[in-house]
C-alpha cells in the first residue's frame, strides 16, 4: 500500500497510526523506517516502547532514541539493561545504540563496550571467544568486535565483517 506513494510524509503518517496495532514483525519494520526517517511525531512516542514487556520491543526503541540522537540517560539504562538480556538481538539492538551515542574511542560509551567485550565475549590472554560456550552470542559478539574495530579499538577482527555489516546496516549506518 504505502510502495504506491511518492511523499514520505504521508507515508510515515500512515505508519505511525499503524504503529501500536501492528503485529509484532511489522512493529519492528516500522521503528525502524520511521528512526531512519527522524520522524518528528515518532520521536515524541518511541519513549513509551521503553515500558515494552517484549525485550527486542524495548532495547529497538532504545537504538531508535540513540540514532535519532535522544540521548537522555540512555547509556545508564542500557548498561541496566544488557545483563538481564535473553536474545542476541537484544543485545545487538543495545550495542548499536551505544555506538550511536558516541563513536569517540575514549568515550564512557567505548569503553564499557570494550571492558564488556573483554568480560563477557573475548580471553585477550588465550585470544580466543568465551561467547562461543553461551548460546545465542555469536552475532552479539561479531558485531562488538566489529564495532571497536571500526571506532579504533583494535582489539580482533572477524573474518565475518561484510557479510555481517552488510546484514546488520540498518542499524548502524544512515540508508537513504
Do not use: C
Not at 130 to 152: H, N, P, Q
Amino acid at each position: 500500500m504505502l510502495y504506491y506513494t511518492n511523499n514520505n510524509k504521508v507515508a510515515e503518517k500512515i505508519l505511525l497510526e499503524l504503529l501500536d496495532d501492528a503485529y509484532y514483525g511489522m512493529k519492528q519494520k516500522i521503528i525502524i523506517y520511521l528512526a531512519h526517517r527522524k520522524n518528528e511525531a515518532f520521536k515524541k512516542k518511541i519513549p513509551e516502547y521503553l515500558k515494552e514487556e517484549d525485550e527486542i520491543l524495548k532495547t529497538l526503541a532504545i537504538w531508535a532514541m540513540a540514532y535519532m540522537g535522544m540521548k537522555n540517560n540512555l547509556f545508564e539504562k542500557i548498561k541496566e539493561l544488557f545483563p538481564k538480556m535473553k536474545y542476541d538481538n537484544s543485545r545487538i539492538n543495545l550495542v548499536t545504540a551505544l555506538y550511536h551515542l558516541n563513536k569517540n574511542p575514549k568515550s564512557k560509551e567505548m569503553q564499557y563496550l570494550k571492558k564488556l567485550f573483554l568480560t563477557e565475549y573475548y580471553d585477550e590472554e588465550a585470544r580466543e571467544f568465551i561467547s562461543e560456550e553461551k548460546e545465542d552470542y555469536e552475532r552479539s559478539t561479531i558485531m562488538i568486535a566489529d564495532i571497536l574495530w571500526d571506532v579504533g579499538i583494535k582489539i580482533v577482527k572477524t573474518h565475518y565483517r561484510k557479510k555481517f555489516l552488510f546484514t546488520y546496516r540498518h542499524l548502524i549506518e544512515e540508508i537513504k
